[in-house]
């Protein structure tokens, strides 16, 4: 279901109450839509925090899953030990990924840039990234260029090795969706995705939920 940017933007301004009672009515249209074969990607963080303490006013008993990227703060597996949450562990560390990969600086878009930068035979790619489309789409940041000469490897795919991978096989496996706490607000990339689907992304080739998606991170404290 498409949403305009005007949309968002009305519902982002709603009342705390309001974003609440929409966020379980998301929830319970994704726990009927998959027969109550959902999970809770479940990060330690504030925001999955706050989700799974909405998720289980729905379905005391959904399942929620922590996918261990090795490089969490000392206070989020401190934390989770209190959580009733799965544990996941990836088949790679964070060590094995940065020696094998590379490391993921800046950002995920901004990481990918520049690997691809470094790597595609095409030119028309490489001249996209390093000059971009109409406003810059497409284009590393200009105080970022010189990591394209960097002595290391950059890329984006650590998450991809350390959580989304290890999700994936979670849920073939277990067949169940994911129910995801992210925001529109985090990036121009999740706004975009939210505008294409809204909160339930059912018609998607990995179908998932995002309950959260028109709150803020003021909402979430």
Known sequence: MKISSEELKDRSSWTLPQKIDHSL?????????TDG?????????KDSTVLLSLARIVKPNIRAVFFNTTNEFPEIYRFIKDVDCEKIQPEMNLKSVIAKIGFPLISKEQAQYIREART??????????????????GKISNKWQHLISAPFNISEKCCYHLKKRPAIQFEKTEKLMPIVGTMATESSLRMQKYLKTGCNAFEMVRPASYPLSIWTTDDVW
Not at 25 to 33: E, H, P, T, Y
Not at 37 to 45: E, K, T
Not at 120 to 137: H, P, Y
């Open 120 to 137: 595609t035979k095409s030119e028309k790619l490489r001249e996209l990234r390093l000059n971009g489309r109409k406003g810059n789409q």
């Open 37 to 45: 074969n959902a999970y809770i990607s479940f990060s330690g963080g």
């Open 25 to 33: 009515g998301v929830i319970d249209q994704a726990l009927s839509f």
